[in-house]
């Protein structure tokens, strides 16, 4: 039974990747369309500076919807689209550097740094380095593991003056200061976790942490897939 469902989930995946492949615009048409609909319920007359920071955030939204749809639908590893995914959400949501994290293929409790991404600029380099070695406990893992624990994101606006989560050396030397974690949910269960860090101090933003539950959701789409897929291959030896 479990190898025919295995069978289905990944006929209906392999169906909607090629759909992606010969011309879609997008992964899941649900995510750009809620999120046009925000947009199209704008006045725009009003100069009020909560409408003003709602339509910004909503563009942010769709340029990284737009930049997410044909990394998840490319051809290549996960190992390979973790990178991008990164980059997609730092350059369209305006943060410096990101990790995408997954649970460690060896230890369960501990999260393994997938992918990551930064942009040229001192420390960040030395940052990145440091995640990518790293294998935090699950449940001792900053912003990251809250995000995944709650199945929820997380944004801290300074954490130089946040107390909540312990701030690396690294992270100091970096300049980085805002931080922002959500996951990457599917099927009932967080299959990942992204974190964005920037070197300003930033508020957090009610539209962009809206939206980022329905891109996580695209993010958790495209890695059930994959695992899926992976395991009806190793089925089927």
Sequence with gaps: AKIAHLHAFAKRSRAGHAGLAGGA???????????????AELNPMDAHPPAVAQAAGLQRLLRADEQ???VLAGPGSVAQAAPRIVGAFCEALGFTCGTLWQRDASEADRLACLGAWGMHAPGIAEYLGFARGRRPILHNAGIVGASWLRAAPVWVANMATDSTYRRVPTAV????????AFPAAAGGQVLAAAEL??????????TLVAGLRLLGAQVG???????????LAESEK
């Design 25 to 39: 615009s997008v992964q899941f048409p649900g995510a750009r369309a809620d999120i046009r609909r925000r947009f």
């Design 68 to 70: 997410l749809a044909p």
């Design 173 to 180: 030397r970096a300049g980085l200061h805002s931080a922002l």
């Design 197 to 206: 860090y920037g070197t300003d101090v930033r508020a957090p933003d009610d």
């Design 221 to 231: 789409q495209y890695l059930l897939r994959a695992q899926t897929l992976q395991q």
